[in-house]
């Protein structure tokens, strides 16, 4: 059974940082491409970036530059490094990954970017 439990999530002000983390079980975690998706109020949920599972990334355009995904092997995690967070960041973020054509999704984790 796939497990995926999110964290890393809060409140933080216009310009600063938070790290996302996300740590899978149940899957052979370093065979597996991981993504980053968030869902604001009254949105839908949008890809924000990936990384496969030989660590290529890439990121949706509005996050460039600014967030950095990246993955531990060792301890099955999935990491999002943000920076010069903005209002418009704010979402509920989750992990994603598919294994056999299945999609599977952690529970999200609340990002709010407030003065």
């Known amino acids: 059974q796939v497990h995926i439990v999110a964290s890393g999530g809060g409140l933080v002000q216009p310009g600063g940082s938070l790290r996302l983390s996300c740590k899978i079980s149940?899957?052979?975690?370093?065979?597996?491409?991981m993504d980053w998706y968030r869902q604001a109020p009254g949105n839908e949920r949008e890809w924000v970036a990936s990384?496969?599972?030989?660590?290529?990334?890439n990121y949706t355009d509005s996050v460039k530059d600014r967030f950095t995904i990246s993955r531990d092997n060792i301890w099955n995690t999935v990491f999002l490094h943000m920076n010069s967070l903005k209002p418009e960041d704010t979402a509920t973020y989750y992990c994603?990954?598919?294994?056999?054509?299945?999609?599977?999704w952690g529970q999200g984790t609340q990002v709010t970017v407030s003065p």
């Open positions: 149940g899957i052979n975690f370093r065979l597996h491409p």
């Open positions: 990384i496969t599972s030989g660590s290529s990334t």
């Open positions: 994603h990954t598919t294994r056999q054509g299945y999609h599977y």
